[in-house]
């Protein structure tokens, strides 16, 4: 399994930033994916989930109206629009699939967003 995310950077207060998730080495298409973020200091926070048709989502309360998520089954591929964003949203943000019970959850290297100006 190998998860790589890209498209963090730094950005101002108010502005946007779109994260991908590449995936490959298990079927893209037959698992839920979720975006999770780790601020310096603070525990690991759930931001989004998507099931694997990308038929449901969730988010959590903090980026729920100011964040995507959505999925490219055809590219295996994940992706995170990030609109409206504040310095408390910096943090590292990683790609994970849940592949249940047997497997676990799988996550990549992670991707660093700053929001500051």
């Known amino acids: 399994v190998q998860l790589v995310e890209s498209g963090g950077g730094l950005v101002q207060p108010g502005g946007s930033l779109r994260l991908s998730c590449a995936a490959s080495g298990f079927t893209f298409s037959w698992y839920v994916m979720r975006w999770y973020r780790q601020a310096p200091g603070k525990e690991r926070e759930l931001v989004a989930g998507?099931?694997?048709?990308?038929?449901?989502?969730n988010y959590a309360d903090s980026v729920k109206g100011r964040f995507t998520i959505s999925r490219d089954n055809a590219k295996a591929a994940m992706y995170l629009q990030m609109n409206s964003l504040k310095p408390e949203d910096t943090a590292v943000y990683y790609c994970?699939?849940?592949?249940?019970?047997?497997?676990?959850?799988?996550w990549g290297q992670g991707t660093q967003v700053t929001v500051s100006s």
């Open positions: 994970v699939v849940d592949r249940g019970t047997y497997y676990g959850e799988s």
């Open positions: 998507i099931s694997y048709d990308g038929g449901i989502t």
